[in-house]
């Protein structure tokens, strides 16, 4: 028997699949997520840990689980919580959890899409502010998506999934050579891949879908920003740090850019105070996986992953 500890509550019928498991399993109750102490009191003595992105899996981590630790298993396609080096060393397995959670990230990345170029949060605004209104031909105008350009950075399973979704809507796709589409989704959606550059100059919104690593960290910068098209839209689902956030509320607030959606922040759960100061901005608090089927399926996914090592298995899905 060994010990599967999981740092937040999960669904019940994820939660359930374990307990079915001769394992031990221990499930954070706590209100609130463990502090980091919490955190690392939790996982001592663990053989294996299912993660969620807030949670650093450092040497810290690492040591206070101690060395019987065989699997750490993200709760998340992205893993840049996790020091993969220093798992690695330790013979520590890592897992996340790619292919459950793309279209639901879609749907968050494409309603961003359409709230900030119709204004959507502008108007729930001021309904709810009680100011009055009245119907006018020239009033709360946005912008059409029809027949303009996305520019995906990331065209992964989540950038596709986006893709699909825009080009349902009329737009035309394009995409950063840097980081393609596969085949046959790019010749599906006569999507066009260009240089980062051409592409970030050249396209009416420039949504971001690709992980945060050394390479991409800030890729979204004041330099291309102030490239981008006077009046185009910036989409984040990815992670806030692959975006310059002050960078992007000065040209939010200059009126270069038209505006943003962002569902992840640069120092989340922070969101930079500039930003909440703007109208042309929608805002999201980390929703892209959030719906029951898909959290459901990523829990079920990392716990396959936790109880495959246990077993002397290869885990489906190790990054
Ligand atoms: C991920 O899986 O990396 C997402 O950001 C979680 O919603």
Redesign the pocket.
């Known amino acids: 028997m060994a010990r599967i500890c999981i740092t937040d509550a999960i669904p019940e019928a994820s939660a359930e699949k374990l307990r079915a498991t001769n394992h031990e399993v221990s499930i954070w109750d706590g209100a609130e997520p463990p502090t980091r102490s919490e955190l690392l009191e939790l996982v001592a003595g663990a053989d294996a840990v299912l993660t969620?992105?807030s949670d650093g899996v450092d040497e810290e981590f690492l040591d206070a689980a101690g060395p019987q630790l065989r699997i750490v298993a993200?709760?998340?396609?992205?893993?840049?919580n996790i020091d993969l080096a220093a798992c690695r060393a330790r013979g520590v397995v890592v897992t996340?959890?790619p292919g459950v959670?793309f279209d639901?990230?879609a749907d968050i990345a494409f309603g961003l899409l359409l709230a900030v170029t119709r204004r959507l949060g502008e108007g729930e605004r001021l309904i709810r502010s009680g100011r009055p209104w009245r119907y006018r031909t020239t009033f709360m105008l946005g912008r059409s998506i029809e027949g303009k350009t996305i520019g995906l950075i990331g065209a992964g399973q989540i950038g596709t999934a986006m893709a699909r979704r825009c080009r349902a809507f009329g737009m035309a796709i394009a995409y950063a050579e840097e980081h393609p589409m596969r085949e046959p989704a790019a010749s599906e959606l006569a999507a066009t891949g260009m240089p980062l550059d051409e592409l970030v100059a050249g396209c009416d919104v420039i949504s971001l879908h690709c992980?945060l690593t050394a390479e991409t960290h800030h890729i979204l910068n004041a330099e291309r920003m102030a490239a981008m098209r006077p009046g185009s839209y910036v989409i984040n689902?990815?992670?806030g740090a692959c975006i310059d956030e002050q960078a992007l509320a000065e040209a939010l607030a200059s009126g270069h850019l038209g505006g943003a959606g962002l569902?992840?922040y640069e120092d989340e759960p922070r969101v930079n105070p500039a930003l909440l100061e703007l109208e042309n901005v929608v805002l999201l608090p980390?929703?892209?996986?959030?719906n029951i089927e898909?959290r459901t399926a990523?829990c079920d996914l990392a716990a396959e992953n936790a109880l495959a090592v246990l077993a002397g298995r290869p885990a489906p899905s190790a990054v």
């Open positions: 969620v992105l993200n709760v998340a396609v992205g893993y840049n996340n959890t959670l639901a990230t992980p689902t990815a992670r569902d992840v980390h929703l892209g996986s959030a898909t990523m």
